[in-house]
């Protein structure tokens, strides 16, 4: 079975850019959760959807959104990029809700780079 | 606020040692928590969890301890390989917020 495929992996943008990034969870899968790894930070939650809703929102600015399609791929926008949202953008795949008991998946990643 | 810490960012241990990763967490409605591995250019994998119902769960050469009264959990790995080298995450959960919350991650590096 294929793993959770993130594209591209790596991206340059330039502050006030936008940028989208691409998410293809496990076959089957239905839940994809967003992160964002910073070395200051760690893993950071960014929102997870499920059945093409999101279900839980973690504390960014609204300039961080998302939308799953009926296939359950899902992506995530940037807009009006700043300097400080260069990062490793994760995805996880879950089979269901992303409960602690149901083991998120992740992707390798996208790694955004904000000149 | 950061609600699940890993004090150290690195740790060097001798191939055949013992490696204890530890994680401190300040939420009390945390009762579910896990270990997730990380290698360079790869996303994290799920390592080990435990629940709040237990003090210790055991996988292979991987056993993670959990101590509620002291907001403590170790992981520890024993006997340390090479392929062991990599960013190990702790994360918690209380079950009704759902999402998983990272520590900053420690860096293990086993050494031959």
């Known amino acids: 079975k294929a793993g959770v495929t993130q594209t591209p992996r790596y991206l340059i943008k330039t502050r006030g850019q936008q940028v989208t990034l691409s998410c293809s969870p496990i076959s089957g899968h239905r839940s994809v959760s967003w992160y964002q790894q910073t070395p200051g930070q760690g893993l950071q939650f960014l929102f997870e959807?499920?059945?093409?809703?999101?279900?839980n929102k973690g504390n960014f600015p609204g300039r961080f959104s998302g939308r799953q399609f009926s296939n359950s791929r899902s992506e995530m926008n940037v807009s009006t990029l700043e300097l400080g949202d260069s990062a490793l953008y994760l995805c996880?795949?879950?089979?269901?809700?992303?409960?602690?008991?149901?083991?998120?998946?992740f992707g390798p990643g996208t790694r955004l780079t904000v000149l | 606020d950061q609600q699940v810490k890993q004090n150290s960012p690195s740790l060097s241990v001798q191939e055949g040692r013992i490696s204890i990763l530890n994680c401190d967490y300040t939420?009390?409605?945390?009762?579910?928590f896990l270990w997730y591995k990380k290698y360079p250019a790869e996303g994290p994998t799920f390592l080990i969890s435990?629940?709040?119902?237990?003090d210790k769960n055991e996988d292979g050469r991987f056993t993670v301890f959990l101590n509620k009264s002291a907001k403590h959990l170790s992981l520890h790995i024993v006997p340390s390989q090479p392929g062991d080298s990599a960013v190990y995450f702790c994360a918690a959960s209380d079950w009704v917020n759902t999402p998983l919350v990272f520590g900053k991650g420690t860096r293990l590096s086993v050494i031959a």
């Open positions: 435990i629940s709040s119902i237990k």
């Open positions: 959807y499920f059945s093409e809703t999101q279900r």
């Open positions: 996880a795949s879950s089979l269901q809700r992303a409960t602690p008991t149901d083991t998120q998946y």
């Open positions: 939420n009390s409605m945390f009762d579910y």
